[in-house]
């Protein structure tokens, strides 16, 4: 080996090894100054209330400020874009749902490019649970199949907009029955219950803290789409115990998690990880994270990139076949 090849080698260790270094010293100043947690769906939300329940003990440990910034619109895409370009520093997360997977899918021009986030830490996840109106002649699931069959297309489901895990779960709950639904998009999930409970609409799939509702008398529960225990006020039929064949094999559920940009280094990702789990796991942070509805799930980057690889297509070929899109 040449002097010069000796000289050029050399050089590109010490780039490396500096670049390395850096990183470890970025990692162990961070936070330098106020955190952001994007939430790109309305204050008051599922997504919104979990971040919420983490953002005040995230502080106490960095001993700087995390604030809660909500950008709905776009179905998620505003506050999405807003983070896939943020500073590569840590101090910009994003905590989405399943938008960040199902957007690339229906959206042809996305106002990002997806390979400008990464996945950060899977907290939780949520079953749907199958309420509908008081109105509705069916009191549990097999009687509720029978009846969107007798009522092909003519059955409506509420969802919190076009391409959410309510509406893409009420797709894939009506091939599974064999029927065609009415899908009635609306502003939310709150509005979505609105309609329920005010009979503009049959039915809803949504999270398992909406049963308040039905022990006030405003609708009914048939069943949740998983076939593990789930917390809950009431008892909740699981679709795998339903006397209806066609619908044991259907669950759906949605999970929450956070993400960040890409280029955040790989020593202040672990970190950021790292700090994130650990008050996740504090009691008191875990029950507000569940609370509304969700079930705890932690999942690391790795981890949390496979969960949502090994999701991707199933979400896709329901996207597909129901040619669900968003222009």
């Given at each position: 080996?040449s002097?010069?090849?000796?000289?050029?080698?050399?050089?590109?260790?010490?780039?490396l090894?500096?670049?390395?270094?850096?990183?470890?010293v970025?990692?162990a100043e961070?936070?330098?100054?106020?955190?952001?947690i994007?939430v790109?769906?309305?204050?008051?939300?599922?997504?919104d209330?979990?971040a919420?329940a983490?953002?005040?003990?995230?502080?106490?440990?960095?001993?700087?400020?995390?604030v809660?910034?909500?950008?709905?619109?776009?179905?998620?895409?505003?506050?999405?874009?807003?983070?896939?370009r943020?500073p590569a520093?840590?101090?910009?997360?994003?905590l989405?749902?399943?938008?960040?997977?199902?957007n690339?899918?229906?959206?042809?021009?996305?106002?990002?490019?997806?390979q400008?986030?990464?996945?950060?830490?899977?907290?939780?996840?949520?079953?749907?649970?199958?309420?509908?109106?008081?109105q509705?002649p069916a009191n549990?699931?097999?009687?509720?199949?029978?009846?969107?069959?007798?009522?092909?297309?003519?059955?409506?489901?509420?969802s919190?907009?076009?391409?959410?895990s309510p509406?893409?779960?009420?797709?894939?709950?009506?091939s599974?029955?064999?029927?065609?639904?009415?899908?009635?998009?609306y502003?939310?999930?709150a509005p979505?219950?609105?309609?329920l409970?005010g009979?503009e609409?049959?039915?809803?799939?949504?999270?398992?803290s909406?049963?308040?509702y039905?022990?006030?008398?405003?609708?009914?529960?048939l069943?949740?789409a998983?076939?593990?225990?789930?917390r809950?006020?009431?008892?909740?039929?699981?679709?795998?115990q339903?006397?209806a064949?066609?619908?044991?094999?259907y669950?759906?559920?949605?999970?929450?998690g956070?993400f960040?940009?890409a280029?955040?280094?790989?020593?202040?990702q672990?970190?950021?990880?790292?700090?994130?789990?650990?008050v996740v796991?504090?009691?008191?942070?875990?029950?507000?994270?569940?609370?509304?509805?969700?079930?705890?799930?932690?999942?690391?980057?790795e981890?949390?990139?496979?969960?949502?690889?090994?999701?991707?297509?199933?979400?896709?070929?329901?996207?597909?076949?129901?040619?669900?899109?968003q222009?």
């Open positions: 080996m002097i010069s090849q000796k000289f050029k080698r050399a050089a590109s260790w010490g780039v090894i500096g670049a390395w270094a850096g990183a470890v970025q990692a961070f936070p330098d100054k106020q955190v952001t994007v790109p769906y309305a204050a008051g939300g599922f997504t209330q979990v919420r983490i953002a005040p003990v995230l502080a106490e440990k960095w001993g700087k400020p995390v809660i910034d909500n950008r709905p619109g776009g179905g998620t895409t505003i506050g999405t874009a807003l983070v896939a943020a520093d840590g101090h910009t997360l994003l989405s749902s399943l938008g960040y997977l199902t690339p899918l229906m959206m042809p021009r996305l106002p990002y490019d997806p400008d986030l990464k996945p950060l830490m899977m907290v939780s996840e949520s079953p749907s649970v199958l309420y509908v109106g008081k509705v549990n699931l097999a009687e509720f199949a029978s009846y969107m069959r007798a009522n092909d297309g003519k059955v409506a489901f509420a919190s907009g076009v391409g959410s509406h893409i779960c009420a797709e894939m709950l009506a599974a029955v064999g029927a065609h639904i009415i899908h009635a998009p502003r939310g999930n979505a219950l609105n309609a409970m009979g609409v049959a039915a809803l799939l949504d999270a398992p909406s049963v308040s039905v022990q006030a008398g405003r609708m009914k529960v069943g949740v998983s076939d593990k225990p789930v809950s006020a009431l008892p909740l039929t699981p679709f795998s339903s006397s064949p066609e619908l044991k094999p669950s759906c559920s949605s999970f929450f956070f960040m940009p280029k955040v280094p790989a020593a202040l672990q970190r950021i990880y790292r700090d994130l789990r650990a796991e504090v009691p008191s942070v875990a029950d507000g994270v569940t609370r509304p509805g969700g079930e705890l799930h932690l999942l690391g980057p981890d949390f990139t496979a969960y949502l690889d090994a999701q991707r297509p199933r979400w896709a070929a329901v996207i597909r076949e129901k040619h669900i899109t222009e």
